[in-house]
């Protein structure tokens, strides 16, 4: 099994920064493709980015291009979002996932694998 593990979430003001990491254990072969969802309030989890793991390629969804970052530290099996300028809109609960080789996307019924989440507000 894959066991993930988020952090890094918190209360900034509209305008600054975070960056959550995703540690990952277990599984090498179901972890091709790391990803990061969010779910705000009264909303339906949905896709932010995601990266395959190794390869670099990566995604976002089109609210957040040119303000998150996804990468990756092969090293340390962690997955990273460095999220600037970040807006109201932008308040959710944060999640890591993970899913083998096949697909990456931000199709979030395509992963099998899910952290806890962290809560990103920002006001």
């Known amino acids: 099994d894959v066991q993930l593990v988020e952090s890094g979430g918190g209360s900034v003001q509209a305008g600054g920064s975070l960056r959550l990491s995703c540690a990952a254990s277990?599984?090498?072969?179901?972890?091709?493709?790391m990803g990061w969802f969010r779910q705000g309030p009264g909303k339906e989890r949905e896709g932010v980015a995601v990266?395959?793991?190794?390869?670099?390629?990566?995604i976002y969804t089109d609210s957040v291009k040119g303000r998150f970052t996804i990468s990756e530290d092969s090293a340390k099996n962690t997955v990273y979002l460095q999220m600037n300028n970040l807006k109201p809109e932008d308040t959710a609960m944060y999640y890591c996932?993970?899913?083998?080789?096949?697909?990456?996307?931000?199709?979030?019924?395509?992963?099998?694998?899910w952290g806890q989440g962290t809560q990103v507000t920002v006001s």
């Open positions: 277990g599984g090498i072969y179901s972890r091709y493709c």
């Open positions: 996932a993970a899913r083998g080789f096949g697909y990456c996307g931000l199709s979030r019924e395509r992963f099998g694998y």
């Open positions: 990266i395959s793991f190794g390869g670099g390629s990566t």
